[in-house]
């Protein structure tokens, strides 16, 4: 059997919202596996979702580029919230975006070592900017459209949405839809995007609950699979933009709203600064437990 350790726990709770002891027992139940420990809390109804704990920590901005027939997005990180918010480091993000959209590189490699503006690659400004600034800074991540493109820049630089139409949107209607994105940071674009493991895994974890539920003790496997079909609707409408309740109109989905403008979505991404990076966190007191240690 596995010892479960403290930050074990609490990267269960902090993931599922549930109490300690409801963690640590599942976190036994399962020899420490996370994601299944996180299976049998949703089962028995303790936790909710399945959302993973947030690790974002890392510092930057997103840069995006829109001339209204091409749009690019950019991840740009650093090390702390003040160089993030610093005028060159900015303009360094903004330029690569607009360099991603006129040169569309293939990969990072291939962008670094595009030409900005000024003649330098985009590693020779990193690297100058890194001498100056004293921050070590990367290029993480890039994405392109052509079409009938729409941007949107969230909190600073800190969430950048780029989205592609079939037919041409309203600038501000386009920009109402990425605001939606940027908000609620859909899992899937529709119905039809969902993995169907993914649906079957849901709906396990559905039977699974109203069988610990003693109103639907009694009720055959047939019926319980009716109610969950049911009850997937929820899931579509919290995990799919196209049936998410538009923040701007909840009389409405992002879905029809979209073809109300006789246009569809044909893809989008949506960047977080640090999204999915963990940043090391300093223990001050293991270090001092360390250099006592060294002086014995």
């Not at 994601?35 to 840069?63: D, F, N, P, Q, W």
């Not at 590189?105 to 070592?113: E, G, K």
């Not at 609620?184 to 609950?209: H, S």
Request: charged share 25%.
């Amino acid at each position: 059997m596995a010892v479960i350790s403290a930050q074990q726990v609490k990267a269960l709770r902090d993931q599922t919202g549930c109490g300690m002891m409801e963690c640590k027992k599942a976190l036994v139940e399962t020899d420490g596996d996370m994601e299944k420990a996180v299976v049998i809390l949703r089962e028995k109804g303790l936790a909710t979702a399945a959302k993973k704990a947030s690790r974002i920590a890392a510092e930057g901005y997103i840069g995006v580029y829109n001339d209204g027939k091409v749009a690019a997005i950019v991840e740009v990180n650093c090390e702390t919230d003040f160089v993030a918010k610093n005028p060159d480091f900015i303009a360094f993000a903004n330029g690569i975006a607009a360099l991603v959209a006129s040169s569309n590189p293939a990969d990072i490699d291939t962008l670094n070592a595009s030409v900005l503006k000024d003649g330098q690659t985009v590693e020779e400004v990193r690297t100058g900017l890194v001498a100056v600034i004293r921050e070590n800074m990367t290029v993480r991540r890039f994405a392109r459209m052509e079409g009938n493109v729409a941007t949107y820049l969230h909190m600073g630089g800190k969430i950048g949405v780029v989205a592609n139409f079939t037919a041409p949107m309203d600038a501000a209607d386009g920009k109402s839809v990425c605001m939606q994105i940027a908000s609620m940071n859909p899992a899937y674009l529709g119905k039809d995007n969902v993995p169907a493991e993914v649906i079957e895994g849901e709906k396990a974890i559905m039977v699974a609950q109203m069988q610990q539920d003693p109103k639907f003790a009694n009720k055959p496997a047939q019926v319980l699979e009716k109610i969950v079909s049911g009850k997937l609707g929820k899931f579509y409408s919290e995990n799919c933009l196209l049936e998410q309740e538009f923040i701007l109109d909840e009389t409405t989905t992002v879905g029809k709203f979209i073809a109300s403008h006789n246009t569809s979505l044909v893809e989008y991404a949506r960047f977080e600064r640090g999204e999915g990076i963990e940043k090391k966190k300093d223990d001050f007191a293991a270090e001092v437990a360390a250099m006592a240690g060294g002086n014995n």
